[in-house]
């Protein structure tokens, strides 16, 4: 139930977020500006013509209107933009840590230039630290769908690239047809190099999806994930594991993966000793942000305070900071959690 004070709480409780895409978080006034300015048109003018491409049948509906709007970004300089307004947006969110990924193939196939891309997203986050921003690593979440050859010049980019803020590596795109056995050598290179490593999986296909990210790859982190609902062993072994499912519920329910808030799998989820982490996966595109996932989850799914802190807990255990990094990040963040919670009386 979202009482005042917690709804209190969830405003100004420190968060952490580590399944949001940059792509995905592009204000529309944004969009419409990188069209004109670098001369890639859109089927609309306005943002409230922009507001109906929000609405989607399917994921592949989602992806479709994700990739035509990404098509606008094309320089350094557009990602150095996207990225300081993603930012701010965060600081305003009480973000006080971030994962954002990017998504290279969609870029580099227009002729992006992928260091150009990285420097110029580093840019725009270390501009908005200066003004509050949270501090943000880089995932580079490569498209199932393009092939692991085509990969590895992607891998061997993020590896070299360490020094703009690439923490990890991931894929993502279609589940179907894209068996994780192609990638694993990827995986085993990118863990060997130090970059954490995740998986897009048992999104909008079962719980195979999940096994496979979990035995043949060796992720630590799951993106999604809510369909091991499905079978209890795999809730079990994720949970004996340790194995984090960063979930993110109104994405699901606006792809149509999940008919509504109150059907989430994430409450089963965690109530079965999996861990989770609530994100907003594409704010911009399912018209969100992840405080109105934290105030829908207690709404809906009846998660309190406690819950919560557990939640922000884990996320800050899951991230992929360097094991001294990510223990400041911890006592930090319990610290605020608990200052907070006295303070407001949850």
Known sequence: MLTPALAAFIERMPKIELHLHLEGAVAPRTFLELSRRNGIPLPVRTEQELAQLFH???????LDTFMALAATIVSGEDFELLAFELGMQLAAQRVVYAEVMLSPMQHVRRGVDLVEALAGTAAGFARAAQYGGPRVGLVLDYGRQYGATAAWPILETAIACRSYGVVGWSIGGNEIGHPPEEFIDLFTAARTAGLGVMAHAGEVVGPTSVWGAIDVLAVSRIGHGIRSVDDPSLMQTLAERQIVLDVCPSSNIRTKAVPTWSSHPLRRLYDNGVLV????????????TISEEFRRAATYLGFTADEFCQITRTAAQATFLPTDERAALITTVEH???????????
């Open 56 to 62: 989607y049948d399917d994921f592949h509906a989602f």
């Open 277 to 288: 982490t609530i994100n907003s996966d594409d704010p911009t595109f399912f018209e969100t």
């Open 336 to 346: 605020d959690l608990q200052t907070l919670r006295t303070e407001l009386g949850v």
